[in-house]
């Protein structure tokens, strides 16, 4: 079992920046695909970034070149480096580890930290 948990959300003015984080519980975050999603009020769910074992990253068209996905192995952690917020970037910001066992995919999920973006 893998816990995750994610901090660093809050309310930002447009224009600004947070960073989240996401704490594995186990030293998971190098061997397996690392991924946020976000899902604002009354939408669905929606991949924002990914990064890969090998250290590939993939981004949402929505928030390329705003947004920055990394990993500290040492740390057991994966940020999000969110710049140039907009008021459409609001939404809770969910952490997620898929992990491949004996050619079974587990997901595992955070609890979410609210990010707003408002004047």
């Known amino acids: 079992q893998v816990q995750l948990v994610e901090s660093g959300g809050g309310l930002v003015q447009p224009g600004g920046s947070l960073r989240l984080s996401c704490v594995a519980s186990?030293?998971?975050?190098?061997?397996?695909?690392m991924d946020w999603y976000r899902q604002a009020p009354g939408k669905e769910r929606e991949l924002v970034a990914r990064?890969?074992?090998?250290?590939?990253?993939r981004y949402a068209d929505s928030v390329k070149g705003r947004f920055t996905i990394s990993r500290d192995n040492a740390k057991n952690t994966v940020y999000l480096q969110m710049n140039s917020l907009k008021p459409e970037d609001t939404a809770v910001y969910y952490c997620r580890l898929s992990r491949v066992v004996a050619g079974s995919v587990y997901d595992y999920w955070g609890q979410g930290t609210q990010v707003t973006v408002s004047s």
């Open positions: 990064i890969f074992s090998g250290g590939n990253m």
């Open positions: 186990r030293n998971t975050v190098s061997s397996n695909i």
